[in-house]
């Protein structure tokens, strides 16, 4: 039997984002390995990081929630994924660490290191080992999927992400979401890249990584975009198609074209 990924995480199916994030901020640091001796505690740290993996990004969640951990690693049909196209099923990268790290972003985020107040209290400049030189997060790249007519017409995104920002008292951070606005312009392709300067988490000797998104096209149901050509694919009985008819195909600026099949069959 597969992982409860809401289990794993000590929450219940209605749990929010920000209860995600502190399910896993909780247990992740009770279970780091560094702390937990326990022979089990390596898979219960990998359990968790696969767990927050999945619960803490909207697509993943999506299938998860409405699939289950099937739909999620053995994939869905493209028909049935609406707003999400997943055509290959999820596979953990293995990696607890990197969650870990993308997580907290310091060196030493355990429980020691927070105030009262539940705030992350973070190393002063240079660390208890002397680090002092800066180093620059590896940026983070995430897709952004469009729908044809966007990609046509152009259109506004706006996208929240959460990230550490350090505090005034320069020892402390706190988690606060920020609102990225991406105007869509017409003509944009798949792979299109929109990078966001610095806008990663925020620390002592970090400089904060760029948040990269890149353009990916939704499933139409009437249109496959191929480089600057629309292709249009339609079942058209043998009857009409000897005898004669007009086809009639909606353009993606909403202009009715009437296309007689004498002109499209040989």
């Known amino acids: 039997m597969g992982l409860d990924y809401y289990a794993v995480l000590e929450l219940d ?5 920000d209860d995600i994030k502190k399910a896993y901020r909780k247990l992740a640091l009770k279970f780091h390995p560094l702390k937990c001796k326990e022979p089990w505690g390596p898979k219960r740290f990998r359990q968790l990081a696969e767990a927050y993996d999945v619960l803490s990004d909207p697509m993943k969640k999506g299938i998860y929630d409405k699939f289950g951990e099937e739909g999620l690693k053995g994939g869905i049909p493209l028909e049935l994924a609406s707003d999400n196209p997943w055509s290959v099923g999820y596979v953990f990268h293995n990696n607890p660490e990197k969650v870990f790290r993308e997580f907290f972003g310091g060196d030493n985020p355990f429980a020691e290191f927070f105030a009262e107040d539940g705030s992350e209290v973070l190393l002063p400049f240079g660390g208890p080992r002397g680090r002092g030189a800066l180093r620059r997060d590896p940026p983070i790249v995430r897709d952004l999927y469009v729908s044809l007519e966007d990609l046509f017409h ?3 995104k706006k996208i929240k992400i959460s990230r550490r920002v350090m505090n005034e008292d320069g020892q402390t951070s706190t988690i606060r979401d920020k609102i ?15 990078t966001f300067e610095k806008e990663g988490d925020q620390g002592p000797n970090i400089i904060p990584a760029d948040i990269t998104f ?20 339609a079942t058209i009985p043998l009857s009409k198609a000897l005898t004669g008819c007009t086809l ?3 353009t993606l600026d909403g202009r009715l074209l009437n296309i007689p099949i004498n002109d499209i069959v040989e």
């Open 248 to 250: 009639d195909v909606w």
């Open 180 to 194: 990225l606005t991406i105007d869509v312009q017409p003509g944009w392709k798949r792979g299109t890249r929109i």
């Open 214 to 233: 890149v353009v990916q096209e939704k499933l139409h149901p009437r249109f496959k975009r191929i480089d600057n050509n629309l292709l249009y694919v």
């Open 154 to 156: 152009g259109c506004t």
């Open 13 to 17: 199916r209605g749990a929010t984002s």
